[in-house]
């Protein structure tokens, strides 16, 4: 319920924005951007004294990104991802215990900067700069505590810096490569709880996890 209300804030937010960017002139301009890439995700969580640790897997993710311009050299990107077939490892004393599924879903905002702001055709130039933040929604399942899969899904925040780079196929069309640097909040929820406190009672704590993403998309429009 929670992740759906922060869909519908964003999307609020988007049309209310849509207009006045789209009004700005030969700097403004809208593109969408269908891209997929690859996740390559961190420690979830942790028990150091017990040498518990919840590895999240790396995954193949999809997404898409609407780019509204606000100058020539700055826009603003609202987008979503989400990863597929990823899976956490649950890992005691260095051997894996099994492994259970897991999705990250991700929606975000973030500011584009374009150092070499546009073509005479208002075209974008290649480089770009991208610094944002948004949220992250975990769903994963885990059969060694009791009670419901929706028990470990967890909403944490999440910043990130990134950068790309456009390759011309039109006057209008680009293909854009793109890496970024994330940073999550610690993860927690009432299943890890019940984790921790099911025989034997550990203290598997959730950690602020390092995200990287590398992908490529489509860009078409200004």
Same mark, same amino acid.
């Given at each position: 319920?929670?992740?759906?209300?922060?869909?519908?804030?964003?999307?609020?937010?988007?049309?209310?924005?849509?207009?006045?960017?789209?009004?700005?002139?030969?700097?403004?301009?809208?593109?969408?951007?269908?891209?997929?890439?690859?996740?390559?995700?961190?420690?979830?969580?942790?028990?150091?004294?017990?040498?518990?640790?919840?590895?999240?897997?790396?995954?193949?993710?999809?997404?898409?990104?609407?780019?509204?311009?606000?100058?020539?050299?700055?826009?603003?990107?609202?987008?979503?991802?989400?990863?597929?077939?990823? =899976? *956490?490892? $649950?890992?005691?004393?260095?051997?894996?215990? #099994?492994?259970?599924?897991? @999705?990250?879903?991700?929606?975000?905002? %973030?500011?584009?900067?374009?150092?070499?702001?546009?073509?005479?055709?208002?075209?974008?130039?290649?480089?770009?700069?991208?610094?944002?933040?948004?949220?992250?929604?975990?769903?994963?399942?885990?059969?060694?505590?009791?009670?419901?899969?929706?028990?470990?899904?967890?909403?944490?925040?999440?910043?990130?810096?990134?950068?790309?780079?456009?390759?011309?196929?039109?006057?209008?069309? =680009? *293909?854009? $490569?793109?890496?970024?640097?994330?940073?999550? #909040?610690?993860?927690?929820? @009432?299943?890890?709880?019940?984790?921790? %406190?099911?025989?034997?009672?550990?203290?598997?704590?959730?950690?602020?996890?390092?995200?990287?993403?590398?992908?490529?998309?489509?860009?078409?429009?200004?």
């Amino acid at each position: 319920m929670r992740g759906k209300r922060i869909i519908a804030a964003v999307g609020m937010f988007v049309m209310a924005l849509a207009p006045n960017l789209m009004a700005q002139g030969k700097g403004g301009g809208i593109a969408i951007i269908p891209y997929g890439g690859y996740a390559i995700p961190g420690t979830l969580a942790a028990d150091d004294a017990n040498d518990i640790q919840f590895e999240s897997q790396p995954a193949m993710l999809l997404g898409l990104a609407i780019e509204f311009g606000l100058s020539k050299n700055m826009g603003i990107d609202i987008g979503a991802n989400r990863t597929f077939s990823q =899976t *956490i490892d $649950l890992v005691s004393g260095g051997t894996s215990q #099994g492994e259970e599924d897991q @999705t990250m879903t991700q929606i975000y905002g %973030a500011l584009v900067i374009r150092p070499g702001g546009r073509q005479p055709n208002g075209a974008v130039t290649p480089f770009f700069i991208e610094i944002g933040g948004g949220v992250t929604m975990y769903e994963l399942c885990s059969a060694a505590a009791a009670g419901s899969c929706s028990d470990f899904n967890s909403t944490q925040p999440m910043g990130f810096a990134g950068a790309g780079y456009n390759f011309a196929i039109g006057p209008r069309a =680009t *293909i854009q $490569l793109f890496g970024r640097a994330q940073m999550i #909040g610690p993860y927690s929820s @009432t299943g890890l709880d019940a984790f921790n %406190a099911a025989p034997p009672v550990t203290n598997v704590e959730g950690k602020s996890m390092f995200n990287f993403q590398i992908g490529a998309g489509l860009r078409v429009g200004r």
